[in-house]
């Protein structure tokens, strides 16, 4: 079956070829892709033993590895759905997701924090069966592979519209949702991947956390379903992957601006050859142009900029590499098979070149909608079936395509996106509280930072070490504020709403 079962498929052209370098092993773990295939239809097997089938759903919280290639496999050749969980999110916050999604069993490793958020679930009631990757006194994730057997296992009725993976994401509104990414949606990416030069030949280094669209479908799957190569590592470490590019012969690497930035202050920066890259591609933010120039002087390393999303793509824009420079701060031009526009806010009629307004987005590589949240799903879209991004973009004269601001609340702090709604939800819990605003502020190691604004209730006394200590104790530490300021009223509307481009104002006013 070609939907789905993509390593049986791509067993019949490259068996033998390498599919998989797992450099979070030591030694390093290579796999071809008929081993991967094995194993995949070995985990499949037993998941089918023990009630796993068609629409149910599998979780994973743990460090990157191959294993998340294992379960996202397994649960194709089931019809089942994969469902990887961000392992910096506070427990209360993983528990949250896991009744969302109601997975039937939970792979997990028992590194920290991992440890920590499963003594937490272990406490709770109703949840799914918890599996570890590695434990010596019980069964584990190990012997899932080693004990079924290794004949085919595939689900002849799956269709290309049916769910592969949930992952989860604000949307542009808040409060995380799962977007539905269908087999028909990680196909077509492939496409627009293969048509925008990620081919079939290339060997990528993902750093990109498996949990992340980036980290599955991105690169690595249009890569494995095309035949090529992946090199996973578990974390990254300049060092590393400094070595990884050179030894592996990596053709393809991406990450954000700052990834690229500790990768020249490595203490093998010069000495590494760098020359198999085709190209690197920079994503999350704009590529300082110095840096560009930096990497193609000293190592004739040329980039591309690219822009996704969960629910669309996640290969939706890129900036051909000769563009890099010339159109500093562009995305590119949409990829071949996605339909881009610039809407008026009011009327959602298409704008001219050079006019800001909504970038909304339409094509085959969207998600299907959001897992039980019909109402959201219906939100996403327009009458001529256009995504609403959130993003605030405009278009040039020759097409290129930028992005001004975000048309929500949504910033983006180490490549994470944080929902200052989700923040201001678990800072009106404090009994101190009466009022309260975050936004996002521009910082030179993060890329933006929240700082968030509170208005104490009457006679209440509050710090700011306080408020910031209640949120370490509810949020993972990349969505706390790195400041709160205390304020006795903060701007409104003449409707009460907080004008949080009043407060924005503010801030860069006083630098």
Aim: proline share 6%; charged share 20%; aromatic share 10%.
């Amino acid at each position: 079956m070609y939907i789905g079962d993509y390593l049986a498929r791509r067993c019949v052209y490259t068996p033998a070829k390498i599919a998989i370098v797992d450099a979070a092993t030591e030694p390093v773990t290579r796999l071809t892709y008929r081993e991967l295939n094995q194993r995949a239809n070995r985990l499949a097997a037993w998941l089918r033993a023990v009630g796993v089938d068609r629409g149910d759903r599998l979780a994973m919280l743990a460090h990157d590895g191959i294993h998340f290639y294992d379960a996202f496999f397994a649960c194709g050749k089931l019809g089942a759905i994969f469902v990887p969980l961000n392992w910096r999110l506070h427990p209360r916050e993983i528990e949250s997701q896991i009744r969302q999604t109601s997975p039937k069993i939970l792979f997990h490793s028992w590194e920290e924090p991992m440890k920590t958020a499963v003594a937490s679930l272990q406490t709770s009631s109703g949840l799914p069966r918890l599996l570890p990757l590695v434990d010596e006194a019980t069964f584990d994730f190990r012997q899932a592979l080693e004990t079924a057997a290794p004949a085919p296992v595939t689900c002849e009725s799956l269709t290309a519209s049916d769910t592969a993976c949930l992952l989860f994401t604000g949307g542009t509104t808040g409060l995380p949702k799962a977007a539905q990414m269908s087999h028909g949606q990680i196909v077509w990416n492939m496409i627009d991947s293969m048509l925008g030069d990620v081919l079939g030949t290339d060997t990528f280094l993902n750093l990109f956390p498996l949990f992340h669209t980036g980290g599955l479908f991105a690169f690595s799957m249009p890569i494995l379903i095309q035949g090529g190569t992946v090199i996973q590592t578990k974390k990254f470490d300049p060092l590393q992957v400094l070595n990884l590019i050179e030894s592996e012969r990596v053709t393809i690497f991406g990450g954000v601006p700052t990834i690229f930035q500790m990768l020249t202050a490595a203490p093998n920066w010069a000495k590494t050859d760098l020359s198999s890259l085709r190209y690197c591609m920079s994503g999350g933010a704009p590529m300082p142009v110095p840096l560009i120039q930096q990497y193609q002087k000293e190592k004739g390393v040329v980039f591309r900029q690219g822009f996704g999303m969960t629910e669309f793509g996640p290969g939706v824009f890129s900036l051909a590499s000769e563009d890099a420079e010339r159109k500093a701060g562009s995305i590119g031009k949409p990829n071949f098979f996605v339909d881009a526009r610039v809407v008026d806010l009011g009327t959602n009629k298409p704008l001219p070149p050079g006019e800001a307004g909504e970038l909304v987005l339409r094509g085959p590589a969207a998600m299907t909608g959001y897992f039980g949240n019909p109402e959201a799903s219906r939100a996403a879209f327009d009458a001529e079936n256009y995504l609403h991004t959130g993003d605030l973009a405009y278009v040039d004269e020759e097409g290129y395509f930028f992005i001004v601001d975000r048309l929500k609340e949504m910033f983006i702090s180490g490549g994470e996106n944080v929902y200052p709604a989700e923040i201001e939800a678990v800072l009106y819990k404090h009994p101190a509280v009466a009022m309260c605003a975050v936004i996002g502020m521009k910082d030179e190691k993060w890329g933006e930072v929240g700082r968030a604004f509170v208005v104490p209730k009457e006679g209440e006394q509050v710090d700011e070490e306080m408020l910031l200590a209640f949120l370490r104790a509810n949020l993972a530490k990349y969505k706390v504020p790195k400041a709160i300021v205390i304020r006795d009223s903060l701007p409104l509307s003449g409707a009460g709403k907080i004008l949080k481009a009043e407060l924005r104002k503010e801030q860069r006013a006083e630098g």
